[in-house]
């Protein structure tokens, strides 16, 4: 099955793959050699990243990429983000995240030729565009070899659909973790029991045996890195507020694969001892701060100066300008944010239906 599947996305993208610039393809050649991974990891973190935390963050993600496309010694489990991590590096896995990836992918200039790739798959111009990325850089073959798969209910369908569909033609495992919408014992009771059925068939599957030790362990690194985050939270809301908050939207990818890690435990640590010194020396990152807008996690679409947040034709993202532009807005489902000047920002609103 996953000969004739590789053969079909093969023939499909050698026309795609005969367009690639040759930065693209070096790119490809790179991401399986062992060489780049490690000469990366030497010189990338102190140049790349200047902050302690974020340095903590580019050694994890080079350490987990060399893990997942050069060392291939640990079983890869291709994880939705919402699955938790404790789970996955207490069973002694390693998880691989193709939404994040896909995200990283872009930060590379791949995007397009994700997007290209999944519009040749057939895939659905109306999913998300983190899945149908995802789904044209695998075909592509710009990410690495899958053991089995995990998805979880949370808060996105189509990922959990795209992973079936992936395990499906590989004949791999695929297990779906469906996650109740209430935390009484009757649902801790009914998730326990999915777990306790996904340890056991991963077991078997894997030939991974369960090690107690090492899940405690990771659950103590987990709560150790959980402990340092609220420390953060609270230390954000000091007026002003010591971190730019365009600097955190990539956080999401630490809190869905760092924690039951060490690299969780000095992340947090080292972004809260960051957020110390910036409060005690007075030095906040942004500067003329007006107004606080709890953002989650994507980043905005923001909409022209003149318009209301629902209306006219999008420009794309803007940076925060100082004291002469306000963003204001609300953040849930259906969210829309507007960026306007302090003429009309009061005027403003958000649905959040």
């Known amino acids: 099955m996953e000969k004739t599947t590789s053969s079909i996305a093969n023939q499909i993208w050698r026309p795609v793959q005969d367009r690639l610039p040759d930065r693209i393809r070096?790119?490809?050649?790179?991401?399986?050699?062992?060489?780049?991974?490690?000469?990366?990891?030497?010189v990338a973190?102190?140049?790349?990243?200047?902050?302690?935390?974020?340095?903590?963050?580019?050694?994890?993600?080079?350490?987990l990429g060399q893990q997942v496309y050069v060392d291939q010694s640990t079983p890869v489990i291709w994880s939705?983000?919402?699955?938790?991590?404790?789970?996955?590096?207490?069973?002694?896995?390693?998880?691989?995240?193709?939404?994040?990836?896909?995200?990283?992918?872009?930060?590379?200039?791949?995007?397009?030729?994700?997007?290209?790739?999944?519009?040749?798959?057939?895939?659905?111009?109306?999913?998300?565009?983190?899945?149908?990325?995802?789904?044209?850089?695998r075909a592509g073959g710009f990410f690495p070899h899958a053991d089995a798969y995990v998805a979880s209910t949370t808060l996105c369908d189509a990922t959990s659909q795209m992973m079936a569909g992936f395990?499906?033609?590989?004949?791999?495992?695929?297990?779906?973790?469906?996650?109740?919408?209430?935390?009484?014992?009757?649902?801790?009771?009914?998730?326990?029991?999915?777990?306790a059925v996904v340890v056991e068939h991963w077991g078997a599957e894997l030939s991974l045996p369960f090690q107690s030790e090492r899940m405690k362990?990771?659950?103590?690194?987990?709560?150790?890195?959980?402990?340092?985050?609220?420390?953060?939270?609270?230390?954000?809301?000091?007026?002003?507020a010591p971190l730019r908050g365009s600097s955190l939207l990539g956080q999401l990818a630490m809190l869905t694969s760092m924690f039951g890690h060490p690299a969780g435990v000095a992340y947090y640590r080292a972004l809260r001892d960051y957020t110390r010194e910036r409060i005690h020396n007075g030095q906040p990152e942004q500067e003329n701060q007006k107004v606080r807008l709890y953002w989650m996690h994507l980043g905005?679409?923001?909409?022209?100066?003149?318009?209301?947040?629902?209306?006219?034709?999008?420009?794309?993202?803007?940076?925060?300008?100082?004291?002469?532009?306000?963003?204001?807005?609300?953040?849930?489902?259906?969210?829309?944010?507007?960026?306007?000047?302090?003429?009309?920002a009061e005027s403003a609103h958000a649905r959040t239906d």
């Open 45 to 63: 973190p102190g140049r790349i990243a200047t902050k302690p935390h974020d340095q903590v963050t580019y050694e994890f993600y080079l350490q």
């Open 217 to 240: 362990r990771a659950i103590r690194l987990s709560n150790q890195a959980r402990a340092l985050a609220l420390e953060v939270a609270q230390l954000r809301e000091t007026q002003p």
């Open 300 to 344: 905005a679409l923001l909409f022209d100066l003149a318009l209301t947040p629902f209306g006219g034709r999008p420009r794309g993202h803007h940076r925060f300008r100082g004291s002469q532009h306000r963003v204001v807005g609300a953040v849930g489902r259906g969210t829309a944010i507007a960026l306007l000047g302090p003429q009309n």
């Open 167 to 195: 395990a499906h033609s590989q004949d791999l495992p695929f297990s779906l973790l469906d996650v109740p919408q209430t935390a009484d014992a009757g649902a801790v009771d009914y998730l326990t029991a999915q777990l």
């Open 80 to 137: 939705s983000i919402f699955v938790p991590s404790e789970l996955l590096w207490g069973l002694g896995l390693v998880p691989f995240y193709p939404e994040t990836a896909a995200g990283i992918g872009a930060a590379l200039g791949l995007s397009s030729l994700g997007l290209e790739g999944a519009d040749t798959l057939g895939c659905p111009v109306d999913i998300c565009t983190f899945n149908r990325c995802a789904a044209g850089l």
């Open 26 to 42: 070096l790119t490809k050649r790179m991401l399986r050699s062992r060489v780049a991974w490690q000469v990366a990891r030497t």
